[in-house]
């Protein structure tokens, strides 16, 4: 367990680059954006990829922590401390249960945001006892009520939240984040993540519009 004098760090817990099929931002332009916001970590989560967390690792170990935003059969979770890419598609106990074998930790991307993968509540109840938090503040959630269910869920459940800009361009990066004390490992998260506290705003529409439209040439090829 951390000491009560731990150093707090801000932390961006959900973040995009190129590898992701619905963002252009490369890893060092995303390393940029930490520096410039005064994030002290940034949580890479490609959706269904560790490659660019990875490489983004290597450019700025000290700042990068590797992750994956897992698209499950029924919603999204988003790891931390990821060693082991998870494909997308399995049943989402599956992904847990590979999670686990790796030691991450475990959160649930925006659970009630039902245009983004969102949970239904009676699949959310059943992973509940076996996840680390709930997303409790994505800056990507059009509408408050989302963000605010999800803090709920969390005091219910007596679970840990995290918080991120969900950023798919680099403007947005470090928008949302969780002010948290100092953790290295996923162990460490799990003791320290209860004692975090968001912050952070909700993105403009127009941001979502943009980054839909700067990624149609990428979201074409994925498709062919």
Request: net charge negative; proline share 6%; charged share 25%.
């Given at each position: ?138 800056a990507r959630c059009v509408f408050e009520r989302t963000n605010r269910l999800a803090q709920q869920y969390a005091r219910a ?21 969780l002010k948290v004390p100092f953790f290295s490992s996923a162990e460490e998260l799990r003791w320290v993540i209860d004692k ?29």
């Amino acid at each position: 367990m951390q000491p009560d004098s731990s150093p707090i760090l801000k932390v961006d817990f959900h973040s995009h680059t190129k590898f992701s099929k619905d963002s252009q931002t490369t890893p060092q332009e995303a390393i940029d954006a930490v520096r410039r916001r005064g994030l002290d970590r940034l949580v890479i989560t490609d959706h269904n990829s560790i490659e660019g967390a990875r490489l983004a690792q290597r450019l700025a170990p000290d700042l990068v922590i590797v992750g994956e935003e897992i698209e499950t059969q029924t919603g999204e979770l988003l790891a931390v401390f990821v060693e082991e890419e998870i494909p997308r598609g399995l049943p989402v106990k599956e992904v847990i249960r590979r999670l686990r074998q790796q030691d991450a930790f475990i959160s649930v991307s925006h659970p009630f945001d039902v245009n983004r993968s969102g949970f239904a509540l009676p699949d959310l109840d059943e992973i509940a006892p076996l996840v680390d938090a709930v997303e409790v503040f994505n800056a990507r959630c059009v509408f408050e009520r989302t963000n605010r269910l999800a803090q709920q869920y969390a005091r219910a459940h007596h679970l840990g939240g995290t918080a991120g800009s969900d950023g798919h361009i680099a403007w947005e990066i470090g928008r949302a984040y969780l002010k948290v004390p100092f953790f290295s490992s996923a162990e460490e998260l799990r003791w320290v993540i209860d004692k975090g506290e968001p912050g952070g705003r909700q993105v403009p529409l127009v941001v979502h519009l943009y980054a839909s439209f700067i990624s149609i040439p990428k979201r074409i090829d994925h498709g062919r």
